[in-house]
């Protein structure tokens, strides 16, 4: 499986920006996708997934402000980020989990990151 995210750039604060990620090859039917974001010398963390069912999960610091979504048919996944502030600076990573039916053993999958930079 290979993911493709797009949408990064700048915008000042208060701002809006939607990312996409399209994902190629083969999703299960038992999946989550969703977003992570880094930024230098800190590590990776949720910003928002989305399951198989449609249902979703945000980190406290993006709730009211950013929605996620997926299309199926198209495999894709969604970010509308909104209200943006600079500490939304960083680079979002879309994610792939696939989980086994039977052993429910999870494969991870990542895209190459974009970056959202957010000026005060």
């Known amino acids: 499986v290979q993911l493709q995210a797009s949408g990064g750039g700048l915008v000042q604060a208060g701002g809006s920006l939607r990312l996409s990620c399209v994902a190629s090859?083969?999703?299960?039917?038992?999946?989550?996708m969703g977003w992570y974001r880094q930024t230098p010398g800190k590590q990776r963390e949720l910003v928002a997934t989305?399951?198989?069912?449609?249902?979703?999960n945000y980190a406290d610091s993006v709730k009211g402000r950013f929605t996620i979504s997926r299309d199926n048919s198209k495999k894709m996944v969604y970010l509308q980020m909104n209200s943006l502030k600079p500490e939304d600076t960083a680079v979002y990573y879309c994610?792939?989990?696939?989980?086994?039916?039977?052993?429910?053993?999870?494969?991870?999958?990542w895209g190459q990151g974009t970056l959202v930079t957010v000026s005060s």
């Open positions: 994610n792939l989990q696939n989980y086994l039916v039977v052993s429910l053993r999870r494969i991870d999958y």
């Open positions: 090859g083969s999703i299960f039917s038992i999946n989550v």
């Open positions: 989305i399951t198989s069912d449609g249902s979703t």
